[in-house]
């Protein structure tokens, strides 16, 4: 058996996307920057697309700019907001994905903002009453922080945090690229100046992805060199890549309720196979709180396969990720679970889940799990 619970890595592409786009690189294949029937007609696609995204997020099609994917999107939302010039001082945390972690601390270390890290609580989710603090002491900022950690999994209350940064006039950048297609968005009534989609993580294409701008937001473009995405991103559009997403998107928000609980079940009941079956066994993150429903970190006791475990699933045909907290001296690790004090003698397997997957691949990851801390155990 060959298993793949590295979701939150990539998922599949649907077949009824990949079909979707099939089509249109068949039969469309005009610029949609010409202004000739075969251009018009791919442009149509894309504003057809663009006008989907939106329907689904409640929000203008305008404020809709296809990217890349979701490191552009934090890129652009990020770095042009601080192009601006009223952005003083950027609000974020040290669990947040390297696209944005990066970023702030390179324009920190330039001199054009300056950071301050939100305390975490124990179980890894933001201090909100420290957020408040940092936000009635700082003018002028900017809050960057994820709707769910792409590592354990947890969830921020954005509604909460946007009325904050209405609150003290503050701009609200959040990536989503874990959540967008697995939870109900509605930007009309939740307060987000930027957020960061990628198509691959609910079964799109690579390589496409939007940021949304609220309307009332206004930033340069990130590149530069065409009109495109009505002059806020140069270069020809990735025409194939925008009809997979919108595809993907409506097919992800079509069977959301049904893919909810399908995947939720997945993930609990491999709680309860790994706690049955695994001594000391513990989970990085508010895990069965308000926590992603795809994602579970489990955090092993200590082995001498600790470095090996990642190794000895993929030989077996398990695919999944993860590691140990980054050790004293080292930058090898995760700095998520360095955050976290997680103990770098206890290995972390990150586990994913899609709507692909089944209980028999639970039950066949554990016996794996069992078999090989076991006889390590006895040898």
Known sequence: MKVYFDNAATTPLDKDVADEMYKVMCEDFGNPSSTHSHGRQVRTLIEDARRTVARLLNCAPGEIFFTSGGTEADNMSIRQSVLTGEIKNIISSKIEHHAVLHTVEELAHQGKVNLHFVNLLPNGHIDLNHLEELLSANANALVSLMHANNEIGNLLDIDKVGEMCLKYSAFFHCDTVQTIGHYPLDLAKTYINFLACAAHKFNGPKGIGFVYINSKSKISPFITGGAQERNMRGGTENVYGIIGLAKALELAYAN???????????????????????????????TEGSSLYTVLNANFPPTPIAEMILFKLDIAGISCSGGSACSSGSNVGSHVLGALNVSPDRPSVRFSFGKQNTKEEVDFVVEKLKEMLALKATA
Do not use: C, P
């Open 256 to 286: 959301l309720e049904h893919e909810q609980k399908h995947i939720q079940d997945i993930k609990t009941y491999m709680i309860e196979k790994l706690r049955a079956n695994i001594d000391g066994i513990t989970f990085n993150g508010d």
